[in-house]
């Protein structure tokens, strides 16, 4: 969806003039750090960000994913210390949502993210309620002057196994409708569609080859923000 569609997730600023602009994408839970990769990857592509300054951080917090990690980052971007180009960086950095607000915070993620990125990190009852408190300290608010708002882009799988931690996501994050604008800004859902991709071949499923799997894209942002 990302290089299909980079606009939709804020990676085309061809229109919104970018000119000697920094840009700040941050990944939770990456996993093997696919969607960060391929983020990487766009900026070199694409010719709107030859004028901005990129910084990818692909987080987790499991030692072992994030060797691996280090290591698939390494492989595709294998010159001098992940250096996509002068402008442009990718990095590893330790992460858990768990305990973020109670640990002081490293300069790696220190800046104000523009854009986040989560790709199936809902599956425990707690983890919608840690992102949020991530995301309040980690997403760039609308009053630092942006040129365009924040937002934070969450894909996960609809597993019946899991349907109320699916539904924590809703009952965490307001819908922006149902905000009152007197309210204090709060982190929202901005829009949400279903996507139902043909999971032929998934050979994680076993059985069932030819089932259907529909995900939830959720894009929460600011809710004093337009966006
Ligand atoms: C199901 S995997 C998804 C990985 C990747 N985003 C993907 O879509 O392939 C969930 C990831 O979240 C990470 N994770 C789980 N709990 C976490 C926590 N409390 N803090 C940080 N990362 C966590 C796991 O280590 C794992 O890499």
Not at 115 to 124: Q, T
Not at 206 to 213: I, N, P, S, T, W
Request: with cysteine; aromatic share 10%; hydrophobic share 40%.
């Amino acid at each position: 969806m990302i290089v299909e569609d980079p606009d939709r997730f804020g990676l085309d600023l061809s229109s919104g003039g970018a000119e000697s602009r920094r840009l700040n994408v941050l990944e939770f839970g990456a996993g093997t750090g696919l969607v960060s990769l391929a983020v990487a990857k766009l900026l070199d592509i694409l010719p709107s960000f030859n004028h901005c300054e990129v910084s990818v951080v692909a987080t987790d917090f499991y030692p072992s994913v994030l060797a691996n990690l280090r290591s698939n980052i390494d492989t595709n971007f294998p010159p001098t210390h992940n250096q996509i180009s002068s402008a442009h960086s990718i990095t590893t950095h330790f992460l858990d949502w768990s305990s973020f607000s109670t640990t002081p915070r490293p300069d790696d993620l220190s800046c104000p993210f523009d854009i986040v990125f989560g790709a199936d990190i809902i599956y425990e009852a707690q983890h919608a309620v840690w992102l949020r408190d991530c995301l309040k300290g980690l997403v760039r608010r609308p009053s630092d002057g942006a040129a365009s708002p924040a937002a934070f882009h969450l894909v996960i799988p609809l597993r019946p196994t899991h349907t109320f931690e699916s539904s924590t996501v809703e009952s965490v994050f307001l819908k922006a409708c149902d905000v009152d604008p007197n309210d204090d800004a709060d982190l929202v859902i901005v829009s949400k569609e279903s996507i139902v991709c043909d999971a032929h071949g998934d050979y994680t499923r076993g059985q069932g080859l030819d089932e259907d799997v529909e995900y939830v894209y959720y894009k929460i942002g600011w809710s004093n923000a337009q966006l």
